[in-house]
């Protein structure tokens, strides 16, 4: 399973986002994390409303990490 993180550099929700997302996704999915302003269609997508997560093309949460989305997306597996 992967994940994709939007986020931005110098974000402080993105870090604490991710860092509470890593522990959770160790050895059960693979983290790709996108820098938003990288791409002129993410900036549009998103804009500020970031972090986002995104499974298999779906948003799973924004802003703050859902926890029980993740693990319940794991079970699914």
């Known amino acids: 399973m992967d994940f994709v993180v939007y986020s931005r550099r110098s974000c402080h929700l993105c ?38 997560l995104v499974s298999d093309g779906v948003e799973v949460c924004r802003y703050k990490l859902d926890r029980d989305a993740v693990l319940r997306l794991f079970q699914d597996e």
């Open 15 to 52: 870090d604490d986002f991710l860092a509470e997302l890593e522990p959770l996704c160790r050895d059960r999915a693979k983290i790709i994390v996108r820098n938003v302003d990288s791409e002129t269609s993410w900036v549009n997508a998103y804009g500020d409303a970031i972090p986002v």
